[in-house]
């Protein structure tokens, strides 16, 4: 039996800013691939070229050269974009950032299903994937809520369904608890995992929390720009 398509595959991403005296080369030849359902923890100091390689991913901020494949599709080829940016965003990635982000006017139920409808899912078949996301998440019961009428962990869980309701190959989490306390910072992270087991996607998250790396199966360290991707594997082994 052939191995699974990478979610994720990359090759010599490279991405400079400036020029002359502030010419600073933030990401040197970074080349890596993550498997469906894998869990990779990226670990580096500030302006260690973290934000970058993320926004790369997220086909935000284009490399200057490099290679990058997403769900068997090459979305960067010779460092330019390959094919509608935003269409290949919209259906391949989900983003979780640090604070969850959502509509303030909508509904946790309407901000979800918001990402279907705007790639043109029929409404029962909306309304139907973004139930059964929040029940699935805990989070079904405050279907009907504002997000200024739910509590910090439950933000992030609609956040969560919102980036996993579209079943994306490549699911990008920047710091997702760096504003939640110690339980509810691990909480997040096994609904991370688990989403990556059932779901199929790979995850990749930017944190400066170690205290729940033992949910991850490696870590990629990054430092002036390099990426080292011989990282320990964390989950079910040990360091």
């Not at 309304?127 to 989070?139: C, D, P």
Request: net charge negative; no cysteine; charged share 25%.
């Amino acid at each position: 039996m052939s191995d699974p398509i990478p979610a994720v595959q990359a090759r010599s991403l490279s991405k400079h800013y400036g020029e002359g005296n502030t010419y600073v080369l933030a990401l040197k030849e970074a080349t890596f691939q993550i498997a469906p359902g894998e869990v990779v923890a990226l670990l580096g100091p500030s302006g260690s070229g973290k934000s970058t390689l993320l926004t790369i991913l997220g086909l935000i901020n284009p490399p200057d050269t490099g290679w990058l494949q997403v769900g068997g599709v090459d979305v960067i080829r010779d460092g330019a974009a390959v094919g509608d940016a935003n269409l290949i965003r919209r259906r391949n990635l989900g983003f979780v950032f640090q604070r969850s982000n959502l509509i303030p006017f909508l509904t946790a139920e309407e901000n979800v299903r918001l990402v279907l409808e705007l790639d043109d899912v029929p409404r029962r078949e909306a309304v139907h994937r973004t139930r059964e996301i929040l029940e699935s998440l805990g989070v079904a019961d405050r279907a009907s809520h504002l997000p200024m009428q739910l509590s910090g962990g439950q933000q992030q869980r609609v956040a969560i369904a919102r980036a996993l309701v579209h079943e994306p190959s490549l699911l990008l989490a920047d710091e997702p608890t760096a504003s939640l306390d110690k339980e509810l910072g691990r909480r997040v992270m096994e609904l991370l995992r688990t989403a990556a087991i059932e779901r199929g996607a790979a995850v990749l998250i930017v944190t400066h929390d170690h205290r729940a790396l033992d949910l991850v199966d490696r870590t990629f360290e990054i430092e002036d720009g390099v990426l080292d991707t011989e990282g320990a594997k964390v989950h079910g082994a040990t360091l």
